[in-house]
């Protein structure tokens, strides 16, 4: 990818639209949109890295009610020619199609690299990767079998939607409240993820949400990981100008960076 003379890229994760309320989550999509809109005069690209919901389940013909301000602001970017790359987390495991046909979203279910302009980065959620976290591994493991999703599918959706939220929130491995405590640079996983692939291939920077702390920790001499934070105590995110990497925090009154 070849940014343009005054384009960015930006990287922006774990929204968890939908809780712990309407009415709050409500409050939190409306600032959200208002930064996408913000941001479309100069973006070239925008990098969703999973938990944009705090529950999605694609059904054959039902996608879970509500967020029509966040698809139709992503919908209205994407038709102007805006690249969007969407990364499942671990909320929103189940997507089958629905971002890809209405909105021309690919969508990525692992990281994947990326070259832009001469960089070299690494992207993904980050859930289940690295050390340790064998409880949400364990897990995940079940969430994903085919078998899983296809009994799932069967209950109603007013049933199914409602008991994935219940879970969502109380399960705390499902919610991340876990996550959200710094481990020290030694101790964080993704840290030590960053550092094995290291030792295989040269990467620039490495981006990832899920642990819903804003982060940057030096992982090589000319490597670097980022975790973009969440859009629900810090309302943080990426930028990339084509020279370096900043992690920005929004100021929600007035929409400007500080």
């Given amino acids: 990818m070849k940014l343009p003379e005054g384009k960015k890229i930006y ?15 409500l409050k939190r999509e409306k600032v959200f949109v208002s930064w996408l809109d ?3 005069s100069d ?24 967020f029509v301000r966040t698809l139709g602001k992503l919908a209205e970017l994407s038709d102007a020619g805006i690249e969007i790359y969407y990364f499942v987390g ?18 990525f279910h692992e990281p994947q690299v990326f070259e832009i302009n001469s960089a070299v980065f690494f992207i993904g959620h980050g859930d289940g990767l690295g050390p340790g976290d064998l409880g949400y591994k364990r897990m995940k493991k079940v969430f994903t ?26 399960n705390k491995l499902i ?8 481990l020290g640079e030694e101790n964080e996983w993704l840290a030590q993820y960053c550092k094995r692939k290291l030792l295989s291939s040269h990467y620039d920077y490495f981006v990832f949400g899920h642990r819903h702390l804003p982060m940057e920790i030096e992982v090589g001499e000319t490597s670097k990981y980022i975790n973009l934070g969440d859009w629900i105590s810090h309302y ?18 007035t929409l400007r960076t500080k």
Avoid: C, Q
């Avoid at 990287?11 to 989550?25: I, K, R, T, V």
């Avoid at 919610?175 to 710094?182: I, L, P, R, V």
């Fill in 11 to 25: 990287f922006s994760s774990d929204n968890h639209l939908g809780a712990p309320s309407y009415s709050e989550s």
């Fill in 38 to 40: 913000h941001i479309k």
């Fill in 43 to 66: 973006a070239h690209a925008v990098f969703l890295l999973g938990d944009l919901f705090d529950f999605w389940f694609e059904y054959r013909e039902v996608v879970p009610k509500g």
């Fill in 90 to 107: 671990n909320h929103d495991l189940w997507m089958k199609g629905y971002f890809e046909k209405e909105l021309n979203i690919p969508v």
């Fill in 145 to 170: 079998h085919p078998v899983s999703k296809w009994l799932f599918k069967w209950l109603h959706p007013d049933l199914g939607v409602r008991l994935a939220r219940h879970l969502s929130v109380k």
């Fill in 175 to 182: 919610s991340g409240d876990e996550d959200a405590k710094f």
């Fill in 236 to 253: 943080t995110y990426g930028v990339f100008d084509g020279k370096e990497f900043t992690l920005e925090k929004l100021d929600k009154k």
